[in-house]
């Protein structure tokens, strides 16, 4: 008896899509592949992941954007503050990195009123209007002109410190300079310490990918935002899943690794170093 032929399998178009990209050559599929502490933005690449933060029109346009959102982001600051395991009357030593104009750094001296921090940005113009910005925490904080892009700490912020607290910053870099990274900052961490970092994560698959993609569009769309462009979004090719962030955490030598909090493309996810009491 002769079998009928089996049905012809349906691929999804964006699963093809995302096949073909990957057997073609990167520069064909819209990326170029880039060396360790370069970045892709845009038609152009820069030497350090971050920098592009340096021009003055687009840390405008990001501070107003914020700035929109800042009921959304307060639950999720204020959640990451009290994620730091000691009391609020704890002189806490806290850094900040990607600081930008300090409004994760603002949430943790609200919650802990004799703490300081040190906020690290490579902007200039972020450092600028931080300083307007923070002006009602005068003597509590200070501001580092420096980068992480190398995947380690400037010499000027050697800690410990009790919190390693950072937003929409560390995503920037490729795999390998996060978790060199997470090693360094586990590294500057007091026993207890912790690391809390609320940022942009891929999905786990092409097809939550096209999904997330889509209500965030209209999300922008519905606050009067435009549609992001090309250029704001070739960094996101170094984003990975929530799941390798958690492993490279464990990896770094961190306890009690969890994702704290998750809405689509953005988490609040860390650790806590050893000996920790929560």
Known sequence: MTRPPAPATIMPRFIADAISCILKPARRCGRR????????????????????????????????????RAAERREQLTLLARLIPFPTDTPLQVLDLGAGYGAVAAAVLDT?????????????EMIRLGGERM???????????????????????????????????????PPEGKQSLYRDIAARLVPGGCFLNLDIVAAPDPALAELYARIEAQERAARGEPPR?????????????LQEHLTWLRAAGLAH?????????????????PESAL
């Open 33 to 68: 592949r880039l060396a360790m502490g370069q970045t892709s933005h845009g038609d152009g690449a820069h030497e350090r992941p971050g920098h592009h933060w340096r021009d003055p029109a687009r840390v405008r346009e990001y501070v107003a954007r914020m700035d929109r």
């Open 112 to 124: 802990f009123p004799l703490a300081t921090a040190v906020l690290l940005d490579v902007s200039e």
């Open 135 to 173: 002006a009602p925490y005068a003597g509590r904080y200070r501001y580092v002109h420096g980068d992480f892009a190398d995947g380690v700490l400037p010499a000027e912020v050697e800690g410990p410190f009790h919190a390693v607290v950072s937003s929409l910053a560390i995503h920037h870099l």
């Open 229 to 241: 462009s090309d250029s704001g979004t070739s960094h996101h090719a170094e984003l990975q899943p």
């Open 257 to 273: 690794v969890d994702c704290f909090w998750k809405r689509l493309g953005t988490a609040l996810f860390g650790g806590y170093r």
